[in-house]
């Protein structure tokens, strides 16, 4: 083992290095977005608020008063889309949390149903029995998670909806940060490009280049793709007379968020209950939603998303999940961010320097001595 440690001790204190500073990252970014949420609701804004500030004030308008014209008419949008969802949430998430109960129910009396049904057609012979009696108890333990985790689900979005108070001083006090830091734009521009020293100008020119831009991309196509899919199956689910359409439509958009997981996550064991219940017709319809959903998503994905994030999906669900457990709403936030981030300076070459091979452990000689050919932070400066 000496060997082994004398080979790999800098290796592995270089990786260990670069993992501290991304989780010292993600802890500063979750405890600043704990006690500053309105400062980060407030860049939110401001992104939203600029362009049409910017477009007033070369209209001749004076920009304290094209920043307040930008920041009513973005008020007035947000509050009543942000109310008619609420309402609309809060009122059929309640109702479909309040039935999970009688779905379980039905569902209980409908395994008990099937598994007589085939105790009375293939005999009641001792093993036969204990298999019947195994897969009920298998089928009623998974239906009742499934079931718990949809209550979970609902009750959080509920109770993240339903809390108002929190929500309205941090979208408040967000847009009045948001206004002045509209009025004072040019300011701070000049001030940053007078006061900030070249090492991190350096560094924000490569965020921008390679960071910032993938970031933008990354979440328009989200956006994009979101919608799509939230409007597909609120459309289908009322077509359908489907209850609490726009809460599922909700829940399904929230999970096609996730790589890999998706609106299956929803659908399939949505599909499976109206199976076994016997309600093979919906549970049809639904299935071509289903497939529906699926193929707009992997025939509209490469042409809207590109490669825009180029992370696979595998890495960002588990650098998402690890997020979350860690640092909660924030480490998610921040998990798409970090990727992005660390896939470029990879691509850049600055990993190759940073982490040095271990000696003999390649064929490249200069993967030994740690060299590669980079693109230095220097060169991502705009050229003059």
């Known amino acids: 083992m000496l060997p082994f440690y004398k080979k790999y001790w800098r290796t592995a204190f270089d990786i260990a290095l670069i993992a501290l500073t991304v989780y010292l990252i ?5 405890y600043l977005y704990r006690i500053a949420t309105p400062i980060f609701f407030s860049f939110i804004i401001f992104l939203c608020i ?49 039935n999970f109960p009688k779905y379980q129910k039905v569902l209980a009396s409908q395994i008990a149903n099937i598994t007589g049904e085939l105790q009375h057609r293939f ?38 909806v339903s809390s108002f108070s929190t929500f309205i001083f941090n979208f408040v006090v967000g847009i009045i940060l948001a206004y002045f830091l509209s009025i004072e734009i040019t300011t701070w521009k000049q001030t940053a490009v007078e006061k900030t020293p070249n090492t991190f100008k350096s560094v924000f020119f490569f965020l921008r280049n390679n960071v910032f831009k993938g970031i933008a991309l990354y979440i328009k196509a989200q956006a994009k793709m979101i919608s799509i899919t939230f409007v597909v199956i609120l459309v289908a689910l009322l ?34 209950y109206l199976i076994i219940i016997g309600k093979i017709t919906l549970a049809i319809w639904l299935s071509a939603l289903f497939l529906v959903v699926v193929l707009t998503r992997q025939i ?38 970090l990727m992005i981030l660390l896939k470029a300076l990879y691509d850049q070459g600055y990993f190759h320097r940073w982490i040095h091979a271990p000696i003999g452990e390649y064929d490249n000689p200069q993967a030994d001595a740690g060299v590669a050919t980079t693109v230095t932070p220097e060169d991502n400066e705009p050229k003059t």
């Open 239 to 272: 077509l359908l007379r489907v209850e609490n359409a726009f809460v599922i439509a909700v829940v399904s958009a929230i999970f096609d968020i996730l790589p890999l997981l998706g609106v299956g996550t929803i659908f399939i064991p949505w599909i499976i």
């Open 300 to 337: 509209l994905e490469p042409k809207i998303t590109g490669d825009s994030l180029g992370v696979s999906a595998f890495t960002m669900l588990a650098f998402m999940i690890v997020s979350l457990s860690l640092f909660g709403i924030a480490g998610v936030i921040l998990a798409p961010v």
């Open 50 to 98: 600029e362009p049409i500030a910017k477009r007033l004030n070369k209209l001749g308008l004076k920009k304290s008063i094209a920043s307040g014209i930008s920041v009513l008419l973005f008020t007035l949008v947000i509050l009543a889309a942000f109310s008619g969802a609420a309402y609309l949430l809060t009122k059929q998430g309640t109702e479909l949390y309040n």
């Open 123 to 160: 005999g009641t012979t001792t093993e036969e029995l204990d298999l019947v009696q195994r897969s009920k108890d298998l089928i009623e333990g998974a239906s009742s998670t499934l079931l718990k985790f949809g209550q979970t689900v609902l009750s959080n979005l509920i109770g993240y």
């Open 26 to 30: 993600m802890f500063s970014f979750s």
